[in-house]
Nanobody, 124 residues
Framework: QVPLVESGGGSVRAGESLRLSCVASANTYSSYCLGWFRQAPGEEREGVSHISWNGDATRYTDSVKGRFAISRDNAKNTLYLQMNSLKPEDTAMYYC?????????????????WGQGTQVTVSS
């Protein structure tokens, strides 16, 4: 699998912003749809956002619509997640992933490459 490396997480107060980045070590992933997932302790992995290969189509889970924005720069092999107006319930480990097969965008089973995660903690 092509390694994916996330960065940009940290500890912030409610209402503040963070921008996550995910860099692929090979340029082949410019041809794939990409997604962001998150997982809090004791909970299942949740699909946060998804973007098509050329960035012309995006999807978001309802809880982040209007606050988060996904984007990609294929020339840099990089995926981004801009997170504004953060809430304590956004606290989780965030993972980027590359889609391997067709299916629902928020199904972890359709992704075949994952990063190690970056922690986001939001306090009230």
């Amino acid at each position: 699998q092509v390694p994916l490396v996330e960065s940009g997480g940290g500890s912030v107060r409610a209402g503040e912003s963070l921008r996550l980045s995910c860099v692929a070590s090979a340029n082949t992933y410019s041809s794939y749809c990409l997604g962001w997932f998150r997982q809090a302790p004791g909970e299942e992995r949740e699909g946060v956002s998804h973007i098509s290969w050329n960035g012309d189509a995006t999807r978001y889970t309802d809880s982040v619509k209007g606050r988060f924005a996904i984007s990609r720069d294929n020339a840099k092999n990089t995926l981004y997640l801009q997170m504004n107006s953060l809430k304590p319930e956004d606290t989780a480990m965030y993972y980027c992933a590359a889609q391997g097969i067709g299916g629902r965008w928020d199904d972890p089973g359709i992704y075949n490459s994952w990063g190690q995660g970056t922690q986001v903690t939001v306090s009230s």
